[in-house]
């Protein structure tokens, strides 16, 4: 493969993780993750310095955690999540790739359908290049913004 | 049968403390009294002392009587509390919500202020003001400050209000142990802004009937009959708080808990304290993890809710992370729990606006003070209507005396 078309899928890898969860396709999302995958989201609270880590699983935690997701009560107006690609680097020795986009995450309400902004922040992914195929092995979603409101179950 | 409007209005037949009329939460004129006779009078949760650890450290903090604070650690590592306000010229003196500096200037003229308030440096001095004005005469507003349960900086607007540990009493005397067993740290804080009033939303820590919307509280402790979770009682303490027993959390009912075996010293495994304080502020401290509620009302149908998480300060990089993963599954803002529940506070928030025709709010459940009882939720409104002069089922009462004097 050239260079070229190495970021290309890598950059439709990413398109399609946000489509699979824009359609709340959560095993569509996990079919494009590596088994190995591991889900974490953070953000910085200058309030006291520090890192937040909100969310923090492997591929097994979020397995289940998805497979919970129907029994609870939760927000069902729609999230759509537009990314860009912004850095990619490629590791060749360990088969790898770190993809960085940004993403800004929006939310439109089902009765009467007004859009506002959720969230903003980035997406540091590794993916896997492993028998020609990426895969999403590491998803780092590092968030600007702090007030989401009432929250959502939902990965970003 | 359905209700027409004078039948879904009429007073339910229960005493006056089992339910509360609907403008308590929705009326902006009850709002800027509770303000003035509430927000004003008590002792707030500002921020944790770990938050300023070092000299010149300082935090603002947005006081719910309207005013703009800024903490901070003086050299002397004493904690106070200021007006965030520059008395030269009324400017915002800090703007970012945490640093360091060894004196606090002000962007505008550079007046500068030390950690005890003090002016220390105005440019020019002599020069513009002669003998009239100088650095002697002017510095910050301080403002009532304690540390105290566990290392929390307590605020008070009040120059003449009882000291903090008389406004407490002994509601978090059942915590104290756990509060005090170690230096404790924040690890999380932040807000979300919701468009609901600010008691709907204390009011789901003080009442746990509502576990039926919480499918993760019903696995892991109601349908468990060994867990204690029917057992739990409520203690009502004077000032209108209150505090629930511990119980037996199974976590491993629920799959993907993700949660591992640590604990909290002092507290037994899997137990689970919470203390609720008068007018908006919970602890609650669950197994591994200590969270701290606290409210900023803006109006009656907005507020800046304050989510702090805290760990000990002796914990290692892993057992924090263990901490988070422990919060992260029910709390924070992708948690099981606090999503549900913050859900339906907004919904309570959307359905009991200003304007809409709302019905009395019950408050009538009675189970020998245990945790279906909702004697939390009641003990606070007869506060609430000690503090405002009103009954929170009849708060109009005095308005209607005095018209039909006239």
């Known amino acids: 493969m050239t260079q070229t078309v190495d970021r290309r899928e890598l950059e439709e890898l990413v398109y399609e993780t946000c489509a699979r969860l824009d359609e709340k396709d959560l095993q569509g999302f996990l079919g494009l993750c590596d088994p190995a995958f591991a889900y974490k989201v953070s953000a910085y609270a200058p309030e006291v310095r520090r890192e937040m880590t909100w969310l923090d699983r492997d591929r097994a935690e979020i397995e289940e955690f998805f497979g919970m997701l129907p029994k609870h009560n939760t927000d069902r107006n729609p999230l759509s999540r537009h990314a860009q690609v912004t850095r990619v680097r490629m590791d060749a020795a360990r088969q790898r790739a770190e993809v960085t986009s940004t993403v800004q995450i929006f939310r439109t309400q089902l009765d009467g359908g007004a859009t506002e902004l959720f969230a903003v922040g980035r997406y540091l992914d590794t993916i896997s290049l492993q028998a020609g195929t990426p895969r999403l092995l590491a998803r780092h979603v590092k968030l600007d913004t702090r007030d989401l409101g009432w929250g959502t179950h939902l990965p970003l | 049968m359905s209700r027409n409007s004078v039948q879904w209005r009429q007073r339910p037949q229960l005493p006056s403390t089992h339910y509360a009329d609907p403008s308590i939460y929705s009326d902006p004129d009850l709002f800027e009294q509770e303000r003035e006779k509430i927000f004003k009078k008590v002792w707030w949760l500002a921020v944790h002392e770990s938050e300023l650890p070092t ?183 004077p000032g209108g708080h209150a505090s629930v027993g511990s119980m037996n959390v199974s976590y491993e009912s629920y799959k993907s808990s993700g949660r591992g075996q640590l604990g909290w010293p002092k507290l037994a495994p899997n137990g689970w304290k919470l203390v609720d304080l008068f007018p908006c502020i919970t602890f609650n401290l669950r197994t591994s993890v200590l969270r701290i509620d606290s409210y900023i009302p803006l109006a009656p149908d907005d507020v800046i809710y304050e989510f702090r998480l805290l760990g000990l300060k002796s914990d290692t990089p892993e057992i924090r992370r263990q901490r988070e993963k422990d919060s992260a599954v029910i709390w924070g803002p992708f948690g099981r729990n606090l999503h549900e529940d913050l859900l339906a506070s907004s919904g309570q928030g959307m359905a009991m606006a200003k304007g809409s025709e709302t019905m009395y709010v019950l408050q009538a459940r009675e189970e020998d003070l245990t945790i279906h009882d909702e004697v939390g939720m009641r003990h606070y409104l007869v506060e609430w209507s000690r503090r405002m002069g009103r009954s929170s089922a009849d708060p109009y009462a005095s308005e209607r005396v005095a018209a039909r004097a006239a």
């Open chain 2, 55 to 237: 000299p010149g450290d300082f935090r603002t903090y947005r006081h719910p009587g309207d005013a703009q604070l800024v903490i901070v650690r003086g050299e002397d590592m004493k904690i106070r509390t200021f007006l965030n306000i520059c008395p030269h010229r009324g400017n915002l003196l800090v703007y970012t919500p945490s640093g360091n500096s060894k004196n606090l200037v002000c962007i505008f003229h550079q007046w500068a202020f030390n950690g005890k308030g003090d002016c220390v440096d105005i440019p020019r001095e002599k020069a513009g003001y002669q003998q009239r004005v100088c650095r002697n005469d002017v510095a910050l507003k301080e403002v009532r400050t304690e540390i105290g349960y566990g290392g929390f900086v307590w605020v008070n607007l009040d120059d003449n209000a009882p000291g903090l540990a008389g406004e407490i009493g002994g509601a978090l005397d059942s915590m104290l142990p756990e509060l005090e067993a170690e230096p404790m740290e924040t690890l999380w804080y932040y807000q979300a802004r919701l468009k609901t009033n600010f008691k709907l939303i204390h009011d789901t820590n003080s009442e746990f009937y509502h576990d039926y919307l919480h499918i993760y509280n019903r696995i892991t402790g109601m349908l468990k009959p060994d867990s204690g979770y029917f057992q739990r009682k409520y203690t009502a303490f």
